[in-house]
């Protein structure tokens, strides 16, 4: 099992750029997939990035391509989003989420363990 707890949200404006963070306790935290989600009012929840455990595998959603990063590091038990190039069309709130079954894994439903999100606001 792993707790995931989620930092680096807040209002910046367009062309801007947030760090998000993932925070992880528990045990075996590198032998997990870590994804990001986000999820935007009135919309469902939807799929941004993962990495794989060893960190050699992203992807990314086609609309972050280019602008978004994943990465991590396990000695810290903490995976990132690096997101450049803010739009207003990323304002959510931003999840991650991880699972240990997969070796990859798009949909919410595939992930076990979720943080409890963390507000991002792209202005104009």
């Known amino acids: 099992q792993v707790q995931l707890v989620e930092s680096g949200g807040g209002l910046v404006q367009a062309g801007g750029s947030l760090r998000l963070s993932c925070a992880a306790s528990?045990?075996?935290?590198?032998?997990?997939?870590i994804g990001w989600f986000r999820q935007a009012p009135g919309k469902e929840r939807a799929f941004v990035a993962f990495i794989s455990p060893s960190g050699v595998r992203t992807y990314y959603t086609d609309s972050v391509q280019g602008r978004f990063t994943i990465s991590r590091d396990n000695a810290k038990n903490t995976v990132y989003l690096q997101m450049n190039s803010l739009k207003p069309e990323d304002t959510a709130v931003y999840y991650c989420a991880g699972q240990n079954r997969l070796p990859s894994a798009l949909r919410p439903r595939d992930y076990d363990y979720w943080g409890q999100g963390t507000q991002v606001t792209v202005s104009l």
């Open positions: 528990g045990r075996s935290f590198s032998t997990y997939v």
